[in-house]
């Protein structure tokens, strides 16, 4: 009676064992399998958040660009009104001289005649 039973221990030790290793290789395999997809999720969740970000340095960098633009056609049309003053400044200047010049030869001019 004793080899049956201490065979029956033994094929019981063997079941329990492959159960054991069984049920560890299943658990091991759904963790990994968990793990696997959670990276997955984070990847995929790290990645819309770049794409987001992405887009949003995009738009500000067209606003900066488009302000930018405006700011400088703003400056050119500044220094063309300038300009166009200051050649409008000069040219009265040169009109204010030509008719004091204009004046004074005629002052000589009469007074030539007297």
Known sequence: ????STS???QLAQACEQYH???LTTQMSQISSQRTS???QSHATL?????QELSVAKTAKERIQSRQKLRDQLEQEE???LELQ???EEELRQLELQAQRALEEEERAKSEEE
């Open 1 to 4: 009676a004793q080899p049956r």
């Open 8 to 10: 029956k221990l033994l």
């Open 21 to 23: 290793t069984s049920t």
């Open 38 to 40: 959670q990276y997955q």
């Open 47 to 51: 990645q819309q958040l770049i794409q």
């Open 79 to 81: 220094r063309t009104k």
């Open 86 to 88: 200051q050649r409008e």
